[in-house]
């Protein structure tokens, strides 16, 4: 099978995005063909969680000792990541023969601006998972700093971590009209004390708050005023800092007001190595496609152990006909081609990312599928409410949208119009979700196939190493 490197003329990257798939092919308006699959089946094994390979370099820069990060993700979200660290001055050793592989030297606390009379500016692309943690950890140093981004993070709030840190008594603003970056830090440490923060519209900066904390030089409480959403991946925040030595005392039930606090005494040490779990968010797009098709999937790298809350993707498509079989790490899945995929109603607050594919899912249902309590979709790398409505409409669908969920109602008889061009808005996961509907038995064309480079360069490799068309 032969590969081919293509990258996104409309936008910055460097990570080369792999493609072959069957016939696919991307044209010279940078588009790919998608075509008729017939059936998934085989192994596919999940390249590194994005929240997890973010976190991990962080801690182990905060950390006292080196640290070896394995099976890191290799995508422009990480890219920018270890960018912003070594011009913070964080030494990263690349291994040579194995990208996913680097040594991050610790710290031991906070990071410190390299030049600390001049501005160091940090370009953060549209990587949330490094421009909502690195805010906080740099309060706890000293420098001056400008962190910005592409024009869409320029329209993704910022503000209630700004709030936070301020509580805490940083000097950091953000641009007051509209919440959102770039984010401007005058740093001089932290003592700790207490901070109520909303959480109604990212966990991230909660896990931001957290993260950063033991860099402080006292207590830190955290309180959240309001709700917290997509509380599996607070949990994932702390599961990971107790990894490198760090407790974090949670007063209060994650579904409701908690609050956590982390004493002073807390202070990272590094793991000396810690192994990336495999992305579960990428792992639904496998799991819906042999759902739909009625084909058999393995995705390795994620299972019954994972940390991360998307992996409870797969009992949804249990709940719409499909048989799961769970392993520690791993995950297996089938439908009795007898067996009529059903229309769900879910509460999908703890999984908004894999929330997208139950999207695509939705059209191959028999009656309505309702996924809830997904407003957080609005915030992401592109307004996802409105572009899986646009995308699903365009495919046959009838959507209903509401403030925080949607309806979508199946093409008649489940046929799927051939021949759509996807808009994919700059957004990975609108690239890989909506090539699933090539599982209708029609062409699909991905427009900007190379946005997947954010989260998972070879997808369009992976899905048609396991394609019969």
Request: aromatic share 6%; hydrophobic share 35%.
């Given at each position: 099978?032969t590969?081919?490197?293509?990258t996104?003329?409309?936008?910055?990257t460097k990570?080369p995005?792999?493609?072959?798939?069957?016939?696919?092919?991307?044209?010279?308006?940078?588009?790919?063909?998608?075509?008729?699959?017939?059936?998934l089946?085989?192994?596919?094994?999940?390249p590194g969680?994005?929240?997890?390979?973010?976190?991990?370099l962080?801690?182990?820069?905060l950390?006292?000792?080196?640290?070896v990060?394995?099976?890191?993700l290799?995508?422009?979200d990480i890219r920018?990541?270890?960018?912003?660290?070594?011009?913070?001055?964080?030494?990263?050793?690349?291994?040579?023969?194995?990208?996913?592989?680097?040594?991050v030297k610790?710290q031991?606390?906070?990071?410190?601006?390299?030049n600390?009379?001049?501005?160091c500016?940090?370009?953060?692309?549209?990587a949330?998972?490094a421009?909502?943690p690195?805010?906080?950890?740099?309060c706890m140093?000293k420098?001056?700093?400008?962190l910005?981004g592409?024009?869409?993070m320029?329209e993704?709030?910022?503000?209630?971590?700004?709030?936070?840190?301020?509580?805490?008594?940083?000097?950091?603003?953000?641009?007051?009209?509209?919440?959102c970056?770039?984010v401007?830090?005058?740093?001089?440490?932290?003592?700790g004390?207490k901070?109520?923060?909303?959480?109604?519209?990212?966990?991230?900066?909660?896990s931001?708050?957290?993260?950063?904390?033991?860099?402080a030089?006292g207590?830190v409480?955290?309180?959240i005023?309001?709700?917290l959403?997509?509380?599996p991946?607070?949990a994932l925040?702390i599961?990971?800092?107790?990894?490198?030595?760090v407790n974090?005392?949670?007063?209060?039930d994650?579904s409701?007001t908690?609050?956590?606090?982390i004493a002073?005494?807390?202070?990272?040490?590094?793991?000396k190595?810690?192994?990336?779990?495999?992305?579960a968010?990428?792992?639904?797009y496998?799991?819906?496609?042999a759902?739909i098709?009625?084909?058999?999937?393995?995705?390795?790298?994620?299972?019954s152990?994972?940390?991360?809350?998307?992996?409870?993707?797969?009992?949804?498509m249990e709940?719409?006909?499909?048989?799961?079989?769970?392993?520690?790490?791993?995950?297996?899945?089938?439908?009795?081609?007898?067996?009529?995929?059903?229309?769900?109603?879910?509460?999908c607050?703890?999984?908004?990312?894999?929330?997208?594919?139950l999207?695509?899912?939705a059209?191959?249902?028999?009656?309505?599928?309702t996924?809830?309590?997904?407003?957080s979709?609005?915030l992401k790398?592109?307004e996802?409410?409105?572009?899986?409505?646009a995308e699903?409409?365009?495919?046959?669908?009838?959507?209903?949208?509401y403030?925080d969920?949607?309806?979508?109602h199946?093409?008649?008889?489940?046929?799927i119009?051939?021949?759509?061009?996807?808009?994919?808005?700059?957004?990975?996961?609108?690239a890989?979700?909506?090539?699933?509907?090539?599982?209708?038995?029609?062409?699909v064309i991905i427009?900007?196939?190379g946005?997947?480079?954010?989260?998972f360069?070879?997808?369009?490799?992976m899905?048609a190493?396991?394609?019969?068309n």
């Open positions: 099978m590969s081919f490197a293509t996104s003329t409309s936008r910055s990570t995005v792999m493609m072959s798939a069957t016939a696919n092919k991307v044209s010279a308006d940078n588009t790919l063909l998608v075509d008729p699959i017939k059936s089946d085989g192994t596919v094994t999940l969680s994005k929240s997890l390979s973010n976190r991990c962080l801690l182990a820069a950390s006292e000792g080196d640290t990060v394995e099976n890191l290799e995508s422009d920018y990541m270890l960018e912003a660290l070594d011009k913070l001055g964080v030494p990263v050793e690349r291994d040579p023969n194995d990208p996913t592989t680097v040594t610790g031991s606390g906070p990071i410190n601006s390299p600390p009379e001049e501005v500016e940090l370009f953060l692309g549209n949330g998972t421009m909502r690195l805010p906080a950890a740099l140093g420098g001056k700093f400008v910005d592409v024009p869409r320029r993704r709030p910022i503000a209630d971590l700004i709030d936070g840190l301020k509580q805490l008594g940083a000097d950091i603003s953000c641009v007051e009209e509209t919440g970056p770039p401007t830090i005058n740093a001089n440490g932290l003592s004390g901070a109520s923060i909303s959480g109604k519209m990212s966990s991230q900066f909660l931001s708050m957290l993260m950063a904390s033991p860099a030089t207590d409480t955290i309180s005023k309001d709700e959403i997509s509380a991946y607070v925040t599961g990971l800092m107790k990894k490198f030595g974090v005392d949670i007063d209060g994650m409701g908690p609050s956590f606090k002073e005494s807390e202070k990272y040490v590094s793991p190595s810690i192994l990336v779990e495999g992305d968010s990428s792992a639904s496998f799991l819906a496609g759902t098709t009625g084909g058999t999937v393995t995705v390795r790298g994620c299972g152990e994972s940390v991360q809350g998307d992996v409870a993707f797969a009992n949804v709940q719409m006909g499909a048989t799961v079989t769970w392993a520690p790490d791993s995950i297996t899945i089938t439908r009795d081609k007898n067996t009529r995929l059903k229309g769900v109603d879910v509460d607050d703890k999984i908004p990312d894999a929330a997208m594919t999207a695509v899912a059209l191959f249902a028999e009656g309505p599928t996924i809830r309590n997904v407003y979709w609005r790398e592109t996802r409410m409105k572009a899986i409505v699903c409409t365009k495919l046959g669908a009838t959507v209903e949208e403030r969920y949607c309806v979508i199946p093409p008649k008889d489940n046929k119009n051939d021949n759509v061009l996807i808009e994919t808005y700059d957004d990975h996961r609108m890989m979700t909506f090539s699933l509907a090539a599982c209708g038995g029609v062409n427009n900007d196939p946005c997947t480079a954010k989260t360069p070879t997808y369009f490799d899905l190493s396991i394609t019969t």
